[in-house]
C-alpha cells in the first residue's frame, strides 16, 4: 500500500466529538459483472469465499477475511484477502480493481457527523445500521461508504482521488454542518 497523505490523522467535528480518519489496505478488490447467467455464474464464484449474493443493494455480505457488495443487478464488488482464482466465461466478467481503489477508515463519536457534512446522507443508526452500505457521491467523486460498526465507516474511493477527499474530510474538522 502506497501512502498518498500522512495518515493517522484525528480531530473533531463542531460538535466536539472525536474523529480518525486512516487508510486501511484493501487486500484484494474484484468486481465481477454479467448478463442473465450472472446470477448462479457469480454465485458459484464466491463460493470459495463463503459469500453468496445478498437479495438487496444496502447490505453488505461478509465471511472471515471477505465483504461482498452488490453494486448493481448484475454487479458485485468483493474485497477479499486472497485474490480471486476464476476466469471470465459467457455468463460474467470477472476484472481485479485493486490497484484502483483505496480504502479511508472513519472511526469514533464524530465520523458519522462528519460524513454528513460531505455527503448528502443519513448516516444515523437507524438510516445507516451497520453491516449496509450506500453508494454516493463525495464532491463529485463515487465513493462506497461501508459502516462496519457504530462509529466506523471504511469508504471505497477511486485511488486518484483518495488524496483530495481525504483532504476535504479534514478540512471539515471543527466546522458546522
Given at each position: 500500500?502506497?501512502?498518498?497523505?500522512?495518515?493517522?490523522?484525528?480531530?473533531?467535528?463542531?460538535?466536539?466529538?472525536?474523529?480518525?480518519?486512516?487508510?486501511?489496505?484493501?487486500?484484494?478488490?474484484?468486481?465481477?459483472?454479467?448478463?442473465?447467467?450472472?446470477?448462479?455464474?457469480?454465485?458459484?464464484?464466491?463460493?470459495?469465499?463463503?459469500?453468496?449474493?445478498?437479495?438487496?443493494?444496502?447490505?453488505?455480505?461478509?465471511?472471515?477475511?471477505?465483504v461482498l457488495w452488490?453494486?448493481?443487478?448484475?454487479?458485485?464488488?468483493?474485497?477479499?484477502?486472497?485474490?480471486?482464482?476464476?476466469?471470465?466465461?459467457?455468463?460474467?466478467?470477472?476484472?481485479?480493481?485493486?490497484?484502483?481503489?483505496?480504502?479511508?477508515?472513519?472511526?469514533?463519536?464524530?465520523?458519522?457527523?462528519?460524513?454528513?457534512?460531505?455527503?448528502?446522507?443519513?448516516?444515523?443508526?437507524?438510516?445507516?445500521?451497520?453491516?449496509?452500505?450506500?453508494?454516493?457521491?463525495?464532491?463529485?467523486?463515487?465513493?462506497?461508504?461501508?459502516?462496519?460498526?457504530?462509529?466506523?465507516?471504511?469508504?471505497?474511493?477511486?485511488?486518484?482521488?483518495?488524496?483530495?477527499?481525504?483532504?476535504?474530510?479534514i478540512s471539515h474538522?471543527?466546522?458546522?454542518?
Amino acid at each position: 500500500m502506497v501512502k498518498h497523505n500522512k495518515l493517522p490523522v484525528n480531530g473533531t467535528i463542531s460538535t466536539g466529538e472525536a474523529v480518525t480518519i486512516s487508510e486501511v489496505a484493501t487486500g484484494h478488490i474484484t468486481q465481477f459483472a454479467g448478463w442473465d447467467g450472472f446470477e448462479p455464474a457469480v454465485n458459484a464464484a464466491l463460493q470459495s469465499f463463503g459469500l453468496s449474493l445478498s437479495a438487496d443493494y444496502r447490505t453488505a455480505m461478509r465471511h472471515e477475511n471477505s465483504v461482498l457488495w452488490r453494486i448493481a443487478p448484475n454487479r458485485v464488488l468483493l474485497q477479499s484477502a486472497m485474490p480471486v482464482d476464476y476466469a471470465s466465461s459467457d455468463d460474467i466478467v470477472v476484472l481485479d480493481l485493486s490497484d484502483a481503489r483505496r480504502c479511508l477508515r472513519l472511526e469514533g463519536a464524530g465520523a458519522a457527523g462528519l460524513l454528513a457534512r460531505v455527503m448528502a446522507i443519513d448516516f444515523s443508526a437507524s438510516a445507516f445500521p451497520v453491516g449496509t452500505f450506500v453508494q454516493a457521491g463525495m464532491h463529485h467523486v463515487g465513493v462506497l461508504v461501508d459502516r462496519k460498526g457504530d462509529q466506523t465507516f471504511d469508504l471505497l474511493i477511486p485511488t486518484t482521488w483518495t488524496a483530495s477527499l481525504c483532504d476535504l474530510l479534514i478540512s471539515h474538522f471543527g466546522h458546522a454542518a
